[in-house]
């Protein structure tokens, strides 16, 4: 790290369980955020200004103005522009020191595959349940660490899935009929702060899983409550015979 790096990530590394070498492994890092919605949008701030070395931003849809209350990290001048460029374009303002790539189309199962040879974790950030499932397919099939989650109404979710350690569940464990007819935003409404809760909360596990900082969240769901505040943890057990997950 140079002089410039050390004084900017001063308060990371004055942090005796991260230090310096954690944020030497921030910097060396590779993340892929799919979807720059409300919980990229939040979460990509916090990695960009982590100083993650290489952030991927992934995302077909364009900005609309209907977005822009939780949708943070785009602004009225980038309406009608992709939301992966948008972002890159904002959080290159942010942190100009690191590497930001836009994927600007919809990433099939073998394109996300061959993205993850060279990404050391995903946060799924994506509004539907089709996109979780598939995104929790491919990182369990490559072994790279996931933070998923969701928000929608006035309340959140998020699990870790890590195929890397023993026992880990997926997310096919926990929600093994999920159909594609779940709620979205757009149809059922989401209270801004509430995402971007949760697209933090993406950040700092992430953030936790690089670095080997805390104990695992595998085998755990956690649930927000906007209403009460209240934030519960609920173990989840792998499933022997997950379609997804087993003897893996
Ligand atoms: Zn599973």
């Known amino acids: 790290m140079q002089d410039q790096e050390l004084e900017r990530y001063s308060r990371h590394i004055l942090l005796s369980q991260l230090d310096y070498d954690g944020q030497q492994t921030l910097l060396n890092s590779r993340v892929m955020v799919i ?52 972002a890159k374009q904002q959080l290159t303002q942010l942190n100009s020191s690191i590497e930001i790539e836009a994927v600007t189309t919809k990433l099939n199962e073998a ?28 990182c369990v099939e490559a072994k790279t660490p996931l933070v998923s989650a969701a928000a929608i109404r006035m309340e959140g979710q998020l699990m ?54 805390g104990a695992s969240s595998c085998g755990k769901l956690i649930s927000f409550d906007a209403l009460d505040l209240s934030m519960r943890s609920f173990t989840v057990h792998k499933n022997p015979q997950c379609s997804v997950c087993a003897a893996k």
């Open 111 to 138: 394109e996300l595959l061959t993205h993850l040879a060279s990404v050391d974790l995903v946060l799924d950030c994506t509004d539907n349940s089709a996109s979780r499932m598939l995104h929790n397919r491919v």
């Open 160 to 213: 870790v899935v890590d195929a890397n350690q023993q026992d880990c569940p997926c997310y096919q464990c926990v929600y093994p009929d999920l159909s594609d007819q779940q709620d979205t935003c757009s149809q059922s409404g989401i209270l801004g702060p509430v995402v971007g809760i949760m697209g933090v909360m993406q950040a700092l596990e992430g953030i936790k899983l690089l670095t080997s900082l």
């Open 35 to 86: 979807g720059v919605g409300g919980l990229g949008s939040a979460a990509a701030q916090y990695l960009a200004g982590s100083g993650i070395g290489h952030l991927t931003l992934v995302d077909d849809d364009v900005v609309d103005v209907s977005n822009l209350h939780r949708q943070v990290v785009h602004t009225e001048a980038t309406v009608g522009m992709n939301k992966a460029l948008s």
